[in-house]
């Protein structure tokens, strides 16, 4: 049940960020959760959105843009909550490469968003630790 990450590859100099969130707040494109992580001369913006075909749209003209899966596995939103997740993905030997998180209109709820070497594996021992993950579809309920 892996969600679909967009990774846009931003020019580091002032307004590139603001353009290209105004480019996909002007398509009407509700971001559910997004990172930014930056190098000297290009910033990787990572994001969840509601929806992934417009964005790419939107920003293809002006930046390069990747789709990649991740896992967003719900957690209660309080303290402990991602060391329990953290845990679990640890004890089978899979990867975390990258990791940010977002709360959600449920009160209580957040989700944590795990770019891991073996997503298969990661989603099948939260499972079995009662860890709901969430799929795309179910991105388009959250508020």
Known sequence: MAITQL???LENRPGTLY????????AGVNIRALSVA???????????????????EVLSDNVVI????????????EAGALKKILKVIQDTGVNIEY??????????????????????????????NGIETLSDSDMTGLL
């Not at 930056?38 to 994001?47: A, S």
């Open 19 to 26: 353009e290209a969130v105004s480019a996909i707040s002007d």
């Open 66 to 77: 990747t789709q990649t899966k991740v896992i967003a596995a719900r957690m209660s939103d």
């Open 38 to 56: 930056d190098t000297r001369d290009f910033g990787i913006l990572r994001l969840i959105v509601s929806d992934v075909e417009k964005t790419k």
């Open 7 to 9: 990774s846009a590859f």
């Open 99 to 128: 990791v940010y998180a977002f709360t959600s209109s449920v009160a209580g709820s957040a989700y944590v968003v795990l770019r891991v070497n073996d997503i298969e594996e990661a989603e099948a021992v939260l499972a079995r």
